[in-house]
């Protein structure tokens, strides 16, 4: 299947990571933001993919996507992580694409290789692969064929339910686990789990801890 088009929603940076405020000022979360998606973009802008869409209003945000190539969209980007990916799911379906690739934009340590492996694990439609967090609460990456192929509903405690609901349409979902996509950082263990993460990744976003100290402070 080579019609797969990724989907990344993007709240506005300002306000963004609250979970993280113990160790980052509201600047450097926002810094951190960036940092990650850009990181998220640049491996997708090497994977096998169609395209990339990124759902936003922040500036900082459509700026990098479109340094990636990326289509940025804005219907449904206030509607919480949920609605801006129903908001692409219809789009890339009234355009008749045959998948969805949705990932989040703080996944710092994926890789073009890791999403070459979710689209190599992808069924003929109607199919859902997903690949959970690293607790096996969340669904850090969901790829549908076709795109409107199930409601997708995400939060801290999506991955088991997007499970059962695909099983209630007899559809038996692709399971991936995939280091990279799994580590999602939305709080100060996550933090702590990405500077300590083997094998080690000259990420944006680890240079950027690394640079206002946060390696040290982990590491008392």
């Not at 949920?82 to 996944?107: F, K």
Request: contains cysteine; proline residues 8%.
């Amino acid at each position: 299947m080579r019609d797969i088009w990724a989907a990344v929603p993007v709240k506005e940076f300002i306000g963004a990571k609250q979970r993280l405020a113990t160790m980052l000022s509201p600047e450097q979360r926002v810094a951190l933001a960036a940092a990650m998606l850009e990181d998220v973009l640049a491996a997708l802008a090497e994977a096998p993919l169609a395209g990339i869409m990124v759902n936003t209003l922040d500036p900082i945000a459509t700026d990098l996507a479109r340094r990636y190539g990326a289509r940025v969209v804005t219907a449904g980007a206030r509607d919480g992580h949920t609605g801006a990916v129903a908001a692409m799911a219809r789009i890339l379906a009234d355009e008749g694409r045959a998948a969805m690739l949705t990932v989040p934009g703080d996944i710092p340590r994926v890789t073009a290789a890791e999403i070459a492996t979710v689209v190599a694990a992808c069924r003929p439609a109607p199919s859902l692969t997903i690949v959970p967090a690293h607790d096996e609460r969340g669904s850090n990456a969901v790829l549908c064929a076709p795109p409107l192929v199930m409601p997708l509903r995400f939060g801290d405690d999506s991955f088991v339910p997007h499970l059962a609901a695909a099983r209630g349409l007899g559809i038996e979902p692709t399971i991936v686990k995939l280091a990279g996509v799994a580590l999602d950082i939305d709080q100060p263990p996550d933090i702590r789990s990405l500077l300590a993460a083997e094998p080690r990744m000259a990420t944006r976003a680890t240079r950027l801890l690394q640079g206002i100290g946060l390696v040290e402070q982990v590491v008392q």
